[in-house]
Protein backbone atom coordinates (compact mmCIF):
# COMPACT_ATOMS: atom_id res chain seq x y z
CA UNK A 1 0.00 0.00 0.00
CA UNK A 2 1.49 2.78 -1.19
CA UNK A 3 2.03 6.34 0.54
CA UNK A 4 0.28 8.21 -1.87
CA UNK A 5 -3.48 8.97 -1.57
CA UNK A 6 -3.85 5.65 0.46
CA UNK A 7 -7.39 5.11 1.56
CA UNK A 8 -6.01 4.65 5.34
CA UNK A 9 -4.86 8.41 5.83
CA UNK A 10 -8.73 9.76 4.77
CA UNK A 11 -10.38 9.53 8.24
CA UNK A 12 -7.38 10.96 9.73
CA UNK A 13 -7.96 13.94 8.00
CA UNK A 14 -11.37 14.55 9.69
CA UNK A 15 -10.79 16.47 12.45
CA UNK A 16 -7.19 17.00 12.53
CA UNK A 17 -4.74 19.43 10.91
CA UNK A 18 -4.04 17.91 7.46
CA UNK A 19 -1.36 15.24 6.87
CA UNK A 20 0.43 15.32 3.14
CA UNK A 21 0.94 11.84 2.70
CA UNK A 22 3.90 12.61 0.51
CA UNK A 23 5.25 14.46 3.46
CA UNK A 24 5.77 10.75 5.84
CA UNK A 25 8.92 10.94 7.16
CA UNK A 26 8.83 7.07 7.46
CA UNK A 27 6.72 4.09 6.78
CA UNK A 28 6.67 0.14 7.61
CA UNK A 29 4.14 -2.42 7.01
CA UNK A 30 4.51 -6.26 7.91
CA UNK A 31 2.33 -9.09 6.86
CA UNK A 32 1.09 -11.37 10.54
CA UNK A 33 -0.04 -15.06 10.14
CA UNK A 34 -3.29 -15.92 11.62
CA UNK A 35 -2.22 -17.22 14.81
CA UNK A 36 -1.98 -15.73 18.12
CA UNK A 37 1.90 -15.59 18.23
CA UNK A 38 1.73 -12.78 15.48
CA UNK A 39 1.21 -10.52 18.32
CA UNK A 40 5.13 -11.02 20.20
CA UNK A 41 6.13 -10.64 16.06
CA UNK A 42 4.04 -6.94 15.99
CA UNK A 43 5.58 -6.16 18.97
CA UNK A 44 9.15 -7.10 17.74
CA UNK A 45 8.52 -5.40 14.65
CA UNK A 46 7.37 -2.01 16.51
CA UNK A 47 10.17 -2.11 18.45
CA UNK A 48 12.57 -2.55 15.41
CA UNK A 49 11.24 0.45 13.71
CA UNK A 50 10.25 2.67 16.34
CA UNK A 51 14.26 2.14 17.44
CA UNK A 52 15.17 3.14 13.44
CA UNK A 53 12.89 6.40 13.77
CA UNK A 54 14.28 7.35 17.36
CA UNK A 55 11.26 6.95 18.91
CA UNK A 56 12.01 4.41 21.26
CA UNK A 57 10.57 6.08 24.22
CA UNK A 58 7.09 5.74 22.45
CA UNK A 59 7.59 2.14 22.86
CA UNK A 60 5.96 0.98 25.74
CA UNK A 61 2.35 2.96 24.64
CA UNK A 62 2.48 1.89 21.09
CA UNK A 63 3.18 -1.22 21.76
CA UNK A 64 0.09 -1.91 24.11
CA UNK A 65 -2.15 -0.12 21.52
CA UNK A 66 -0.70 -2.50 18.54
CA UNK A 67 -0.90 -5.53 20.76
CA UNK A 68 -4.47 -4.76 21.20
CA UNK A 69 -4.88 -3.66 17.54
CA UNK A 70 -3.55 -7.05 16.12
CA UNK A 71 -5.22 -9.22 18.97
CA UNK A 72 -9.09 -7.84 17.97
CA UNK A 73 -7.95 -8.73 14.24
CA UNK A 74 -6.60 -11.93 15.18
CA UNK A 75 -9.94 -12.66 17.42
CA UNK A 76 -12.73 -11.10 15.79
CA UNK A 77 -12.14 -10.48 11.89
CA UNK A 78 -10.23 -14.15 10.92
CA UNK A 79 -12.59 -16.67 10.53
CA UNK A 80 -13.06 -19.25 12.95
CA UNK A 81 -12.39 -23.64 12.76
CA UNK A 82 -15.64 -23.74 11.86
CA UNK A 83 -15.96 -21.48 8.62
CA UNK A 84 -14.34 -22.43 5.16
CA UNK A 85 -11.32 -23.47 4.63
CA UNK A 86 -10.08 -20.87 2.78
CA UNK A 87 -6.63 -22.13 2.94
CA UNK A 88 -7.14 -25.43 1.41
CA UNK A 89 -9.47 -24.39 -1.01
CA UNK A 90 -7.29 -21.78 -2.25
CA UNK A 91 -4.45 -24.48 -2.90
CA UNK A 92 -7.06 -26.65 -4.56
CA UNK A 93 -8.03 -23.63 -6.90
CA UNK A 94 -11.21 -23.02 -5.83
CA UNK A 95 -11.56 -19.62 -4.08
CA UNK A 96 -9.96 -16.72 -5.84
CA UNK A 97 -7.21 -16.04 -3.12
CA UNK A 98 -7.30 -12.28 -3.70
CA UNK A 99 -10.90 -12.09 -3.37
CA UNK A 100 -10.36 -13.52 0.10
CA UNK A 101 -7.26 -12.30 1.08
CA UNK A 102 -7.51 -13.59 5.37
CA UNK A 103 -4.36 -12.13 5.97
CA UNK A 104 -3.64 -9.26 8.84
CA UNK A 105 -1.47 -6.66 8.40
CA UNK A 106 0.45 -4.01 10.44
CA UNK A 107 1.31 -0.78 9.14
CA UNK A 108 3.31 2.14 10.88
CA UNK A 109 3.46 5.65 9.61
CA UNK A 110 5.56 8.77 10.85
CA UNK A 111 5.63 12.30 10.06
CA UNK A 112 7.51 14.75 11.66
CA UNK A 113 4.37 15.46 14.58
CA UNK A 114 2.67 11.87 14.46
CA UNK A 115 2.68 8.06 14.15
CA UNK A 116 -0.06 5.74 12.94
CA UNK A 117 -0.45 2.65 13.99
CA UNK A 118 -2.62 0.73 11.45
CA UNK A 119 -4.05 -2.41 11.04
CA UNK A 120 -6.14 -4.63 8.40
CA UNK A 121 -7.69 -7.30 8.43
CA UNK A 122 -10.48 -9.36 5.77
CA UNK A 123 -13.52 -8.46 7.86
CA UNK A 124 -16.33 -5.41 7.32
CA UNK A 125 -17.46 -5.42 10.74
CA UNK A 126 -16.06 -2.23 12.84
CA UNK A 127 -14.72 -3.11 16.09
CA UNK A 128 -16.59 -1.89 19.17
CA UNK A 129 -16.17 -0.38 22.88
CA UNK A 130 -17.57 -1.41 25.69
CA UNK A 131 -18.59 0.59 28.06
CA UNK A 132 -20.69 -1.45 30.42
CA UNK A 133 -20.16 -1.24 33.70
CA UNK A 134 -19.92 -5.20 34.22
CA UNK A 135 -17.10 -4.79 32.18
CA UNK A 136 -14.65 -3.99 34.77
CA UNK A 137 -14.61 -7.47 35.90
CA UNK A 138 -14.23 -9.25 32.83
CA UNK A 139 -10.73 -10.77 31.32
CA UNK A 140 -11.43 -9.79 28.07
CA UNK A 141 -13.71 -6.76 25.93
CA UNK A 142 -11.44 -3.82 27.25
CA UNK A 143 -8.82 -3.71 23.86
CA UNK A 144 -10.52 -0.73 22.17
CA UNK A 145 -10.44 0.91 25.95
CA UNK A 146 -7.01 1.04 26.18
CA UNK A 147 -6.08 1.95 22.58
CA UNK A 148 -8.78 4.83 23.42
CA UNK A 149 -6.59 5.53 26.97
CA UNK A 150 -2.98 5.08 25.62
CA UNK A 151 -3.51 6.80 22.06
CA UNK A 152 -4.73 10.37 20.92
CA UNK A 153 -7.39 9.10 18.85
CA UNK A 154 -8.29 5.95 16.87
CA UNK A 155 -10.79 5.28 14.25
CA UNK A 156 -11.77 2.98 11.91
CA UNK A 157 -13.06 2.16 8.08
CA UNK A 158 -13.94 -0.05 5.74
CA UNK A 159 -11.28 -0.62 2.78
CA UNK A 160 -12.99 0.31 -0.95
CA UNK A 161 -11.39 -0.71 -4.50
CA UNK A 162 -9.32 -4.12 -4.62
CA UNK A 163 -8.40 -4.71 -0.82
CA UNK A 164 -11.33 -5.88 1.05
CA UNK A 165 -12.11 -5.66 5.03
CA UNK A 166 -11.09 -2.58 6.89
CA UNK A 167 -8.37 -0.78 9.00
CA UNK A 168 -8.87 0.44 12.66
CA UNK A 169 -5.89 2.78 13.47
CA UNK A 170 -4.43 4.80 16.17
CA UNK A 171 -2.40 8.05 16.32
CA UNK A 172 0.17 9.37 18.65
CA UNK A 173 1.19 13.00 18.66
CA UNK A 174 4.37 13.15 18.80
CA UNK A 175 6.37 16.34 20.57
CA UNK A 176 7.48 19.52 18.04
CA UNK A 177 11.46 18.37 18.51
CA UNK A 178 11.18 15.52 16.35
CA UNK A 179 12.08 16.57 13.27
CA UNK A 180 13.97 13.25 11.77
Known amino acids: ?21 KG ?12 YEAVRGARQFTR ?7 LSDRFDDVALVVSELVTNALRHALPDEEGPDL ?7 RIDR ?10 LM ?16 G ?10 AAESGRGLCLVESFSDTWGW ?21 RTR
Request: charged share 25%; net charge positive; aromatic share 4%.
Open 110 to 125: RWSSRLVCAVRDPSHT
Open 127 to 136: PSVRRTEEDG
Open 48 to 54: TTLTQWD
Open 24 to 35: AAGSASCALPGR
Open 157 to 177: HPLTGALRGKVVWALFQLPPD
Open 1 to 21: MGMDGSTMLKPLRQGLPPIDP
Open 87 to 93: ERLGRIG
Open 98 to 107: ETYDLSVRLH
